[in-house]
């Protein structure tokens, strides 16, 4: 810690979310002790069952910020390391009690259970969140690119960005995601595998349709149209399609706007997994996008599907398509599968089939030019 930050009367906080379903929270820690624990007399009350009745406790010694594991089931973690006693903190760490994560500060920042505690081993969660600022910080994250393919000839019109890393406890977009929902950074980490996927993607011979996913929250915090805009700035011949999780397709007004904002940009939109859940007729009515993803789980065994399931995805297929929309079937990985999409009326298919993700530098390069997707 800086001789400055040690001089001055500052205000010592843990940033995070106590719990995983609510918002970020800001704790401030003044001369008094803060204990950590999930029942009994705590301050910082985190509701999780790996979370011990008395935890740990933070406190302020000499203006310095220090942390003391309780002798917890689950131990503390500062930066990926055990506690063991007590452990000084410095303005940037990462602190986590078991499996829940908080990011400590030095400025003022405005942010039925059971007595049992579940024992877990939190050694690798606490390396993943470390693994995860590192990736953050060197943005070094691995674009792999999966083929979206015309039907029946299987011509390249594009490929979907698929998020990867070598980081241990990061390899999967799942892995990344669910360390980034515990530091509130998922917008983050979705624009950062927008930027770098549409960087390599443009190494790919014959400059493929890329397909550019997004994370829910961007939908509903400020950011993500600015982020678009700046995207375009620095690849303006890319032919881009973004990607939105039809569960956050839910206000018409905020879709009207995002599509009209990715007209301007001359880019694309797609709803991805559609028929996963509520299917959103009504916004697909409304705010019609230039493609719709249906979901893996309606193409799997669609060739072993009783008459009656085959025939209510071809009407929406065709519904579909009456919108001006294209269809995409996901996830086909059989040549049965790949048949039956065919004999639907499926435009286009994407799937373990017709190719797995892969890295740039490992795909041949034979797409055909992406206007086969006008917008």
């Known amino acids: 810690m800086s001789t400055d930050i040690a001089k001055r009367n500052v205000r010592w906080t843990l940033q995070g979310r106590p719990d995983l379903t609510g918002p970020v929270e800001v704790t401030n820690v003044d001369e008094a002790t803060v204990r950590v624990g999930r029942t009994g007399d705590v301050t910082l009350r985190i509701n999780r069952p790996t979370i011990s009745s008395l935890h740990a406790e933070v406190f302020v010694r000499n203006g310095e910020f220090w942390l003391r594991d309780l002798n917890s089931t689950n131990g503390s973690y500062v930066n990926g390391t055990p506690v063991m006693g007590e452990m000084r903190l410095e303005r940037g760490d990462l602190v986590q009690f078991a499996d829940v994560a908080f990011r400590v500060g030095c400025v003022e920042d405005s942010l039925s259970l059971s007595s049992k505690t579940v ?57 990344m995601f669910l360390a980034a929902s515990q530091l509130n950074q998922e ?99 409304n705010v019609s996008p230039d493609c719709v993803k249906f979901d893996m789980h309606m193409i799997r065994d669609i060739h072993l599907a009783p008459p009656r399931q085959r025939q209510l995805l071809s009407t929406l297929v065709a519904m579909v398509r009456d919108f001006g929309s294209a269809a995409l079937a996901e996830g086909v990985e059989t040549e049965s599968e790949h048949e039956v999409c065919c004999q639907i009326g499926f435009e286009f298919g994407q799937g373990y089939f017709y190719g797995k993700p892969q890295p740039a530098e490992r795909l041949n390069g034979n797409a055909r030019p992406a206007s086969l997707f006008c917008i």
């Open 187 to 285: 917008g983050e980490l979705s624009e950062l595998l927008r930027c770098v996927g549409t960087r390599e993607g443009e190494a790919i011979n014959g400059r493929p349709r890329l397909f550019l996913n997004t994370h829910p929250v961007e939908l509903v915090t400020c950011g993500l149209l600015e982020s678009l805009g700046e995207l375009r700035d620095l690849h303006p011949q890319q032919s881009i399609t973004l990607e939105v999780h039809e569960a956050a397709v839910t206000d018409v007004t905020m879709m009207e706007t995002l599509r009209q904002r990715l007209t301007e940009l001359d880019m694309g939109l797609a709803y991805d997994d559609f028929g996963a859940g509520e299917t959103r007729l009504i916004q697909l009515a």
């Open 119 to 175: 024992a877990t081993s939190t050694y690798d969660e606490a390396l993943s969140l470390v693994q995860f600022d590192r990736l953050m910080q060197h943005r070094s994250v691995i674009p792999h690119f999966q083929p979206i393919v015309a039907l029946p000839h299987l011509e390249i019109v594009g490929y979907e960005v698929l998020g990867r890393s070598r980081h241990y406890g990061l390899e999967s977009p799942k892995d």
